[in-house]
């Protein structure tokens, strides 16, 4: 069964920053890509950003500039590096991997303060 471990949420006062890290384990192939979503109070799910088996990455308009996705193939990793944060960036962040189906982590809570 795989597993998707988050670690690195937390408060954080607004210009701040903090790192995520989601490590997947419980196979021997790696995920195909992973990636980060977030979903604030009243809102729906949406994604952070992304990175393919190729390296390639992709992230929401809002994010751009700011977060940067990086990957550790050899050990299924991915981190989510999150600069000059915003209040608008409180969410529960969730680790997503694509295996042949996607898996989920249990999700960890980023809180900016204003």
């Known amino acids: 069964q795989v597993q998707l471990v988050e670690s690195g949420g937390g408060l954080v006062q607004a210009g701040g920053s903090l790192r995520l890290s989601c490590a997947a384990s419980?196979?021997?192939?790696?995920?195909?890509?992973m990636g980060w979503y977030r979903q604030a109070p009243g809102s729906q799910r949406e994604l952070v950003a992304s990175?393919?088996?190729?390296?390639?990455?992709n992230y929401a308009d809002s994010v751009t500039g700011r977060f940067t996705i990086s990957r550790s193939n050899a050990k299924s990793t991915v981190y989510l590096q999150m600069n000059s944060l915003k209040p608008e960036d409180t969410a529960v962040y969730y680790c997503?991997?694509?295996?042949?189906?996607?898996?989920w982590g249990q999700g960890t809570q980023v809180t900016v303060a204003s």
């Open positions: 990175i393919t088996s190729g390296g390639s990455t």
């Open positions: 997503a991997a694509d295996y042949p189906i996607r898996y």
């Open positions: 419980g196979s021997i192939f790696r995920p195909n890509a």
